[in-house]
């Protein structure tokens, strides 16, 4: 990555020096706010004085928890609406309140949801940046000072997608703070530690599989995991095999194990998210599909061999970090779709052979 330029052309460049606080609003899925986390550090290098916020949905808060670069982590509930409209109307001034409390000079604002936009609306930052959305009304245009284009296809990280609101802002991102960041903090590392006393496992000495994905779409079979779990084991491999507690994970998972009949230490639905990031930190290698615990590899710095099915790895591929993409030759990928014809079921995911990933292994990880 090159240097940013030390000038900048844009005739509505906001002066970094002047910000005192500034909120980032993220209201997505787990890997979409860790992939949000090189918004702080950048932001942060280039103003050290601003203090930065964040606001994301509770159940992600784990991905931002500890970020040295955060000064105060809010959030709200998924499905405050089904409450009744006494209850949300309460969680709503509560949260305003707490928002205006801080005095936002700067709203960044990284998706295309109106939540964002009349916050923005009801906080009155001095600046405000959001993406452009394509033939939307002019209250979208004028909740903000700042639009940011956004490339389609497919054709551009997400991670770089998050940081063009700061380069439409005229700050450019410094190389160094451009990597995920994820602080797993001292509870889950003593937890872990133990564990992997526990189990007579050392730090750089395993591999970690992690098979499923909330979405089914994107994982490979069962029976080609159990395959590539006999494979690294008859390699002399230690593998741990972890998945969340989600019952359809977990059946996933006791398939593998059953088929391959091999040596495996079965984390499965026993961490939280900031304990597994602790786990995958020690881990040698993360083999997985297209989902959050990948991301967690990759803000951990733990290689990463990544498979990837109708989901884009140009979009949502690891993010510096060692890795290999692993993926079939199908024409039609990545489609988005929830398997092929809406079936949940991804051919190009099938496609995808044991020998590949080994090859992939070697490659990344000798």
């Not at 959001?130 to 991670?159: E, I």
């Not at 001292?186 to 750089?204: F, S």
């Not at 091999?262 to 290698?285: C, I, K």
Request: net charge positive; glycine share 6%.
């Amino acid at each position: 990555m090159l240097n940013p330029p030390a000038t900048t052309y844009l005739a509505d460049a906001i002066d970094p020096a002047q910000l005192r606080r500034a909120l980032v609003i993220k209201l997505r899925h787990h890997g979409d706010v860790l992939l949000s986390s090189p918004v702080l550090s950048s932001l942060k290098a280039a103003a050290p004085a601003c203090e930065i916020d964040a606001l994301v949905f509770a159940d992600t808060r784990a991905m931002l928890e500890g970020h040295p670069d955060l000064a105060r982590l809010h959030s709200i509930g998924r499905h405050w609406k089904k409450l009744g409209p006494l209850a949300q109307l309460r969680h709503e001034w509560t949260l305003l309140k707490a928002l205006r409390a801080r005095q936002y000079d700067l709203v960044i604002h990284l998706t295309d949801h109106p939540r964002g936009a009349w916050l923005t609306r009801l906080l009155a930052p001095r600046w405000a940046v959001a993406p452009q959305r394509a033939g939307k009304a002019k209250w979208w245009k004028n909740s903000f000072s700042h639009l940011y284009r956004t490339v389609g296809g497919g054709r551009r990280h997400t991670v770089d997608t998050h940081l063009d609101a700061l380069r439409r802002l005229g700050i450019q991102p410094a190389p160094e703070a451009r990597r995920l960041q994820m602080v797993p903090g001292a509870e889950a590392e003593a937890k872990i530690a133990a564990l992997l006393a526990d189990h007579d496992l050392t730090a750089g000495r395993f591999i970690q599989l992690h098979p499923a994905s909330r979405w089914f779409f994107k994982c490979w079979p069962a029976s080609l995991n159990a395959q590539l779990l006999q494979a690294l084991a008859a390699r002399g491999e230690k593998i741990v095999i972890t998945a969340a507690p989600d019952p359809r994970e977990q059946q996933m998972v006791e398939e593998i194990i059953a088929a391959a009949k091999v040596p495996v230490v079965n984390l499965a639905g026993q961490f939280s998210l900031r304990e597994l990031a602790a786990l995958t930190a020690r881990a040698r290698l993360f083999i997985g599909v297209d989902s959050a615990p990948m991301h967690i590899a990759a803000a951990v710095g733990t290689p990463c061999v990544a498979l990837f099915g109708p989901s884009g790895d140009k979009e949502w591929g690891p993010w510096m970090v060692a890795s290999e993409i692993v993926s079939s030759q199908h024409s039609c990928r990545p489609c988005g779709q929830d398997g092929c014809g809406g079936g949940k079921m991804s051919e190009c995911l099938y496609a995808i052979g044991v020998q590949q990933v080994l090859d992939a292994i070697d490659r990344v990880a000798p």
